[in-house]
């Protein structure tokens, strides 16, 4: 049955009774580690919204051996995850709980292995500059992406509560992986997944949330420097109708393919135009994405195509702030090519100004560099992000 399995960690939440047992044994945590026992008599007692305490005494204070400065984005694994199941499809989910990280016991014939039912997330925890703890970034958002998600894919989704407290304990769990500050981010992947069994084509009968974290850098390997990006015409990202409008798993695979041509020739990523015209400039494969002309500043819609980013609306409020015109709008291909300033939008892209875009064979520039309006965007978000700057809007949850 088990088609992902690993030495070093099981997961005790497939689908069985067994589980329980496995839960409360002192290896699921421990793993050939003392100290795990305190945790787990901890863990049962506390409930939302407390915190689990969490024993790290058998961990070094920092985050191994790693190259703070070269972190980029692939994936470093750290010490916890966090899962919660929904063993009755009914949206009741468990009481969660941390694990040793590690690889995950699947059954062959689970919704998500076979027909794609899942989706995830993606959010940044900041180590603060004085010391005092972690920042999230509008979790709640996420947590409410994730529910809309759901029910587009027909899956019950964990409460904002729970989701929150979730991703609170991953990164309570995993603080020696927080970059110091200026370097980077833990970044936090939760996801929801059909887990159970099902072989017609239909809604699992069971779901598992969970949650693992990496400490990241910059996403391009252009690391803070502008990108260049290609507009793609051959493949679409999204359709009306379809699921390009929340965050599916589904709608990520299909872009590798022009994703890697694109790379191949130098490019970062690319940009998707609408299936329909193929005209409107949509999104990039990871991003949104943002023009400039004089002093309005446009982005694609939200109607169903586009992903409704967290940085996207956070983007939109600080460029109203600081006396724009924005307008979410169909964005031409000619809006696009005639911009003073480009620049994408994302959790893990934070704002990434856009040095070229490469239409039909032509190349057109942007300005890009210190006196940029993506740069005043990126210093103001990351300066709330990183509690470096007053918080007027309440997007920050600070942990302690
Ligand atoms: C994010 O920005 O967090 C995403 O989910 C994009 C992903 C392709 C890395």
Redesign the pocket.
Known sequence: MAVLSSARRVLPWACNGQAALARVSGGALGTGRSGGGSLLQSRWQSSLPQLDPVDRSDEDSTGGDIDWDNLG?GLTPTDYMYVMRCPQADGNFSRGELSRYGNVELSPSSGVLNYGQGL?????AYRRADGAGYMLFRPEENARRMQDGAERMCMPAPSVEQFVHAVKQTVLANTRWVPPQGKGAL?I?PLLIGSGAILGLAPAPEYTFMIYASPVGT?FKEGMSAIHLLVEEEFHRAMPGGTGGV?TITN?APVLKAQMDAKSKGFADVLYLDSVHKRYVEEA???NLFVLKGDTLATPATAGTILP?I?RRSIIELARDCGYQVEERLVSIDDLVGADEVFCT????GVTPVSTVTYQGTRYEFRTGEDTLSRKLYDTLTSIQMGLAEDKKGWTVAID
């Not at 995830?120 to 940044?124: A, P, R, T």
């Open positions: 984005f995830f997330e993606g959010l940044k970044y992947r996403y965050k990520y494969s990871s991003c980013g940085t994302g959790t893990a892209v």
